[in-house]
């Protein structure tokens, strides 16, 4: 992300228009058409949701999640999935994509929106995501945009009132606070069995818990605040206010229309069609806002909100007379009320913060510490409060934050007893002290803090979801009751019942040591690590000894299928989340195996021919092809685009064209796994370990399926081909021949043989005679001839082997 507001030289793109439209796939699909990419969400709900999406594509070690109190980074991301506050603003990429870009008119958030608007780019491209309303501003300021203007996929109706008995199934009730939520899903309950719940003050693990349940059907009602309103894909086919006014922050107002439309807009998806309409407590819309709702026109936002980015930090004074700069631009309206504006002015006046803010390191850290956000909106002054000491212990001694202060005020939210209210605040609390930790420089010890208010904020949200179902889930139409135990803490005389592999089921009674629910033992899968995860190479996957699933033949060698151990003893809820994060584990391997080559960043449609034809070769073969392949591309390509493949690994070899980390062992491991999978063969004995196999021992197997070479009586691993190769046309390579022959065991007659074959002499000088190549068959490491074909190639030659088919 580049902040520069100089910075104009990339393709800048508006796609405005209404709900269901399909702007957010479609800039996804386009950022995993670049190498590197960003995007920013509203909502860290919505963040995590496109970030499962994406990892789904092309797995959790390429993805980076970032929000104000959740990271999941792995060490080389190539795309990052953000909150738009979180968007690091120091982290240059290709591709960036701001959504929901009309909430840079919101009266408290607006300015972050305006600020990425105005100075947010890719190096090569941006996208903004959001409402037609927005078209004015952004050619206003961004002439140079093309702005797009996207259509609904489906019709959107007004339906009229109903009463909560007689709205149809797949529907969303939205009420504005969490006590009109909590009455109408307790009363959805008693009439239909079930509901589900989703406000924005959940933590992500309840949330995707609560739409996890309704997304698969075990319940067929939800009810919910404004949150969905802001891109959650349901599968939603009528939405019903229950309210049409909500309290903002500062007063109680109406609904503006286009946010009536943004909420409304969430009932049908893709080519569906959806309804809106009102519970018979409300009074009939009136038809000029059912008309602007049905057509999606609503009057264009005129102004947005504007803060100051040239801060004067020499004082507390001078920095809160920079904050209230008016803009120079009529466009802009100043923000009125932001809690950071606000903390700021009271401290500003405390004795001991003046004497201590006197300079401008001291006067940025006070900002920072006014930037900790109030998720708990109570009383403003015991914010205020909390704010002060954090302030005073960071400006004294060691600058950390003393541990045992810390302990006290983390300490008593590690409860999970209480009703939903008493959760939901302990819930508000702790994300307060997740932020705070995620600030490294502040903490001894910061990961310590960081596990340890993760921890707790999960235990308090499957606390939280457990009650959510107790009180609006009837236990007749659930499973979730159920208690697992760990494979660790089983007992050893354990039957063998179909639940023997995935845990013992103790019943209804929550506390038993030792078990977990469904939800927390899902919750575990969903957010553990890729190196948590026990992959066989059979395929078979596990996590804490616990078998999870397996993976089954695909269309082809990178897209083996996914299949749920003993699918019958998860709630279809569960089944859909373990499934998801398997699917992403399984992109992760298939990257792994092909030397982590961005593939799908290659063959986008802005790249030549001659780099999406090699590098979708160089996918089909998992990263390693024959030169034979692709030469005549590799040759066609600029030099900027070989330095480009050069830089992502990519060797032009003696014998093959390779991604150097495809030919390292934990690669050869995988594409013997996917290979084996998608032949439905076991592979040859010593495959990938030893790296030299006797030709005769690969029983109708292609050598170069498994990343070997036949040279003559034996088949040598590729890098080690390679290796040889460079050896001995290398004017000095002769003492490295000699060492990897001594080191393979090749004597005699056989390292004669070995070596003539591969160019050289029997004492490993060059050989002047220049060989003829070998015209392989075929030509690709994965199965031969498209992509879909099950046969593996092998080079033609009198007395070769058939090749080995799955059947």
């Not at 030792?514 to 927390?520: I, K, N, S």
């Not at 897209?559 to 151990?565: G, I, K, N």
């Not at 392949?629 to 590799?634: L, S, T, V, Y």
């Not at 390292?751 to 220049?770: C, D, H």
């Amino acid at each position: 992300m580049n902040s520069s507001p100089s910075n104009r030289s990339s393709v800048v793109v508006a796609e405005l228009g209404p709900t269901n439209t399909g702007k957010t796939h479609r800039a996804i699909e386009r950022m995993l058409e670049h190498e590197t990419g960003m995007m920013g969400l509203p909502l860290r709900l919505l963040a995590r949701e496109v970030y499962d999406r994406v990892t789904a594509r092309v797995g959790e070690g390429r993805v980076a999640l970032m929000t104000g109190e959740e990271k999941r980074i792995p060490p080389h991301p190539s795309y990052w999935v953000c909150t738009v506050e979180a968007m690091p603003t120091d982290r240059h990429v290709d591709f960036l994509a701001v959504d929901e870009i009309q909430l840079a008119a919101h009266r408290e958030r607006g300015h972050v929106f305006t600020d990425r608007l105005l100075h947010a780019r890719g190096r090569k491209e941006t996208w903004f995501l959001g409402a037609d309303t927005m078209r004015p501003m952004v050619q206003t300021f961004i002439p140079q945009a093309v702005v797009k203007r996207a259509n609904r996929l489906s019709q959107l109706r007004y339906a009229g009132r109903k009463s909560l008995k007689s709205l149809p199934p797949r529907s969303a009730v939205v009420a504005f606070s969490a006590d009109r939520v909590y009455e109408l899903a307790e009363t959805l309950r008693r009439l239909r069995g079930g509901v589900a719940v989703v406000l924005g003050a959940l933590s992500p693990r309840t949330r995707n818990a609560q739409v996890a349940m309704y997304q698969a059907g075990e319940v067929q009602y939800l009810v919910a605040t404004d949150a969905i309103g802001m891109g959650l894909n349901l599968d939603l086919n009528h939405v019903a206010f229950a309210a049409l006014s909500k309290y903002d922050g500062a007063e109680q107002r109406e609904l503006y229309p286009d946010e009536l439309a943004q909420i409304a807009g969430r009932a049908g998806r893709h080519l569906n069609d959806g309804s809106f309409g009102i519970l018979n407590t409300l009074p009939e819309l009136p038809p000029r806002l059912v008309s602007a709702i049905e057509t999606h026109r609503f009057p264009a936002i005129k102004s947005l909100i504007w803060r100051n980015e040239a801060l004067d930090f020499s004082s507390p004074e001078a920095l809160l007379d920079s904050l209230s700069r008016a803009p120079k631009h009529a466009a802009f309206v100043r923000v009125e009320r932001a809690d950071d504006f606000d903390a700021l002015k009271e401290l500003s006046h405390v004795p001991a913060i003046r004497e201590i803010a006197a300079d401008r390191a001291s006067v940025e850290l006070l900002w920072q510490v006014c930037q900790i956000p109030d998720f708990r909106k109570g009383l403003f002054g015991q914010h205020v409060s909390l704010l002060k000491e954090t302030f005073l212990q960071l400006s004294e001694g060691d600058g950390k934050l003393d541990p045992s202060w810390l302990n006290r005020q983390v300490a008593p939210l590690d409860d999970v007893s209480g009703d939903i209210h008493t959760l939901m605040d302990r819930l508000a609390a702790i994300r307060i002290w997740t932020y705070i930790s995620h600030r490294s420089s502040w903490l001894h010890e910061a990961e310590h803090w960081q596990e340890r208010t993760r921890r707790i904020e999960d235990a308090l949200g499957d606390a939280l979801h457990e009650r959510l179902v107790e009180r609006f889930v009837q236990r007749a139409a659930r499973r979730s009751a159920r208690r697992f135990v760990r494979a660790t803490e089983r007992p050893a005389a354990e039957s063998d019942s179909p639940f023997a592999k995935l845990g013992q089921l103790l019943g209804d009674t929550p506390g038993v040591d030792g078990t977990m629910t469904e939800e927390q033992f899902v919750q575990q899968v969903v957010d553990a690590k890729h190196e948590a995860f026990e992959v066989e190479a059979s395929g078979n996957i596990s996590f804490e000894g616990q078998p999870l699933g397996r993976l089954v033949r695909g269309k082809d060698l990178r897209t083996p299928q996914l299949a749920l151990a003993e699918p019958e003893v998860w709630t279809a809820g569960a089944r859909q989340r373990l499934e998801r994060r398997l699917v992403a584990l399984a992109r992760d391997l298939v990257t792994e195996a092909m030397g982590y080559f961005p593939a799908e960043a290659l063959t986008g449609t802005d790249r030549s021919p001659q780099m999406r034809g090699l590098s979708y070769r160089l996918a089909g073969g998992l990263g390693v092809i024959t030169q034979a392949e692709g030469r005549e591309q590799w040759r066609l390509l600029d030099e900027d685009s070989r330095e480009r493949l050069r830089a992502l690994g990519v060797r032009e070899g003696q014998r093959f064209l390779y991604v150097t980390h495809a030919l390292a062992p934990h690669a050869l491991q995988r594409r013997s796994m996917l290979t084996t999978l998608f032949h439905q063969s076991p592979a040859p004995p010593g495959v990938p370990q030893e790296p030299v196999l006797a030709a005769a021992d690969l029983s109708g197997w292609d050598a170069r399926v498994f990343g070997y070479e036949e040279i003559g009586p034996v088949a040598l691993r590729i890098d080690i081909v390679e290796r040889l190769s460079e050896a001995l046309r290398h004017p000095h390579g002769s003492r490295e021949v000699h060492t990897l022959m001594q080191e393979l065991k090749l004597e005699g007659g056989l390292r004669t043989r070995v070596l003539r074959e591969l160019g050289g002499q029997q004492g490993g000088a060059p050989s002047k005679r220049r060989r003829r190549r070998r015209r392989p068959h075929g030509g690709s490491f994965g199965p031969s001839a498209s992509p879909s074909s099950s046969q593996a190639p092998r080079p033609a030659g009198a007395g070769r082997r058939p090749d080995r088919t799955g059947q």
